[in-house]
C-alpha cells in the first residue's frame, strides 16, 4: 500500500510520476539585493502542469536538500515556471546552492505545484507581503486585476534595495504601498487592515513576526475566515506531553508511532512511500486524508476551520488527539 498522488495547484491530483519531473533553468536574473530569479522549463520540452496564484513548487536539489517557492509567473504561460529565491546565508545550504549552482542550462528536479494558498472569490483583496512573501502575492495581483476586483497592497522590506518586484509594483499606481522599513519603520497594520468587511479578503506572506500581527489584528477585528495567510517557517509547539498512538490503514494494518517520533516517519519506516518535502508542516506535501478519528493539528499549512473540519492531516508533525486516527492510506 502506498500513497501515490499528490495534490497540485489546479486542485486536482498528479500522480507522483507527474508531480515529479526535470527542469531546465532558461534564464536566470537579479530581482533584488540577495533575491535571484529563475525561469524553468521542461528539460526536453512540452507544458508544464497547470497551476494557480499561491502555488508552490519544491526544488530538489541533493543531499537531501528540498526547498519550495512560490510560483510568481503568469499561470496562462505553461512554458515556463518562475521562482524568486532569497540568499539566507545562516539558512541550510538549499538557498546557497541555487544561487552559486542553478545558472542558464543547468538543470534541477522540481514536485509539484501544490497549492495550499489558494486564492478565494471575494469582492476585495487586501494583500499584506514582507520580504520574499512578495512572490505568491505577485500572481494573486495579477489574477484580481484582470478580473477587474478592488485590491490594496502595502509592501514591506528592509530596503528598497531588497525588495524584488518594487518597481514593478510601483507602477500599479497608488493602490500599491511599498513599505522599506528603513525609511518607514514597521509596517502600519492598523491603517492597512483598517476596513474589515465581509465581503473582503486578507492575504498574507512574509517574515514569522509580520504574520502574528496580522493573525492578531485580524483575529480582533476582521470576521473570522477573512485571513489566508502561508508561513516559510513552522509554529512553535510544545512537546513535552506528547504520547504514542495508533494508526489503521485501510487495508487494516495497524501501525504504533511512538511519543518521540511522528507518523511520517512510521509509515515510511513500515514502506509506505509517502510523497513528503520540508518535514515540519509548512509545506502541505504529505497531506494525508483522516477516515476515523481527530487530529492533533500542528501544521503551517491547513486554516483554523480546514482543521476544525478534520478530513486530513500534515503526517509529518501532526498527531492524534484520540488512541487511533484511520487514515485514507
Given amino acids: 500500500?502506498?500513497?501515490?498522488?499528490?495534490?497540485?495547484?489546479?486542485?486536482?491530483?498528479?500522480?507522483?510520476?507527474?508531480?515529479?519531473?526535470?527542469?531546465?533553468?532558461?534564464?536566470?536574473?537579479?530581482?533584488?539585493?540577495?533575491?535571484?530569479?529563475?525561469?524553468?522549463?521542461?528539460?526536453?520540452?512540452?507544458?508544464?502542469?497547470?497551476?494557480?496564484?499561491?502555488?508552490?513548487?519544491d526544488l530538489v536539489l541533493g543531499d537531501g536538500l528540498v526547498r519550495q517557492y512560490s510560483l510568481c509567473g503568469d499561470p496562462a504561460d505553461r512554458t515556463h515556471y518562475r521562482v524568486g529565491v532569497l540568499l539566507e546565508p545562516?539558512?541550510?545550504?538549499?538557498?546557497?546552492?541555487?544561487?552559486?549552482?542553478?545558472?542558464?542550462?543547468?538543470?534541477?528536479?522540481?514536485?509539484?505545484?501544490?497549492?495550499?494558498?489558494r486564492l478565494e472569490e471575494a469582492e476585495r483583496y487586501v494583500f499584506v507581503a514582507g520580504g520574499i512573501g512578495i512572490t505568491p502575492i505577485l500572481a494573486m495581483i495579477e489574477q484580481v486585476e484582470r478580473a477587474g476586483r478592488r485590491?490594496?497592497?502595502?509592501?514591506?522590506?528592509?530596503?528598497?534595495?531588497?525588495?524584488?518586484?518594487?518597481?514593478?509594483?510601483?507602477?500599479l499606481g497608488p493602490r500599491v504601498r511599498l513599505w522599506p522599513q528603513d525609511e518607514l519603520g514597521l509596517i502600519d497594520l492598523p491603517a492597512a487592515l483598517a476596513d474589515p468587511a465581509p465581503d473582503a479578503a486578507v492575504y498574507t506572506c512574509g517574515p514569522e513576526p509580520l504574520l502574528r500581527a496580522v493573525e492578531d489584528h485580524c483575529g480582533a477585528h476582521w470576521p473570522a475566515g477573512s485571513l489566508h495567510l502561508e508561513r516559510f517557517a513552522p509554529k512553535q509547539i510544545e512537546t513535552a506531553?506528547?504520547?504514542?498512538?495508533?494508526?489503521?490503514?485501510?487495508?487494516?494494518?495497524?501501525?504504533?508511532?511512538?511519543a518521540d517520533r511522528s507518523a511520517l516517519d512510521v509509515?515510511?519506516?513500515?514502506?509506505?512511500?509517502?510523497?513528503?518535502?520540508?518535514?515540519?508542516?509548512?509545506?502541505?506535501?504529505?497531506?494525508?486524508?483522516?477516515?476515523e478519528g481527530e487530529a492533533d493539528h500542528r501544521d503551517s499549512v491547513l486554516t483554523p476551520e480546514e482543521q476544525a473540519e478534520n478530513s486530513c492531516m500534515m503526517?509529518?508533525?501532526?498527531?492524534?488527539?484520540?488512541?487511533?486516527?484511520?487514515?485514507?492510506?
Fill in 267 to 291: 509509515l515510511e519506516e513500515a514502506g509506505h512511500d509517502i510523497l513528503s518535502s520540508c518535514r515540519e508542516g509548512t509545506c502541505g506535501t504529505c497531506e494525508v486524508g483522516i477516515v
Fill in 241 to 258: 506531553g506528547d504520547t504514542a498512538f495508533e494508526i489503521e490503514l485501510s487495508d487494516g494494518q495497524v501501525l504504533t508511532v511512538p
Fill in 315 to 329: 503526517v509529518c508533525v501532526s498527531r492524534a488527539a484520540c488512541p487511533r486516527l484511520v487514515l485514507d492510506l
Fill in 151 to 171: 485590491w490594496t497592497l502595502v509592501y514591506g522590506g528592509r530596503t528598497r534595495r531588497t525588495m524584488a518586484f518594487a518597481d514593478r509594483l510601483a507602477a
Fill in 90 to 117: 545562516e539558512g541550510r545550504g538549499g538557498s546557497r546552492r541555487i544561487h552559486e549552482e542553478l545558472h542558464p542550462g543547468a538543470t534541477v528536479e522540481v514536485r509539484g505545484p501544490r497549492n495550499h494558498f
Fill in 1 to 57: 500500500m502506498t500513497n501515490t498522488t499528490a495534490r497540485s495547484g489546479s486542485n486536482t491530483d498528479l500522480t507522483l510520476e507527474e508531480a515529479h519531473f526535470r527542469a531546465r533553468v532558461a534564464a536566470r536574473e537579479d530581482l533584488a539585493d540577495g533575491v535571484v530569479g529563475l525561469s524553468l522549463t521542461a528539460e526536453h520540452g512540452g507544458p508544464l502542469p497547470a497551476w494557480r496564484p499561491g502555488a508552490h513548487v
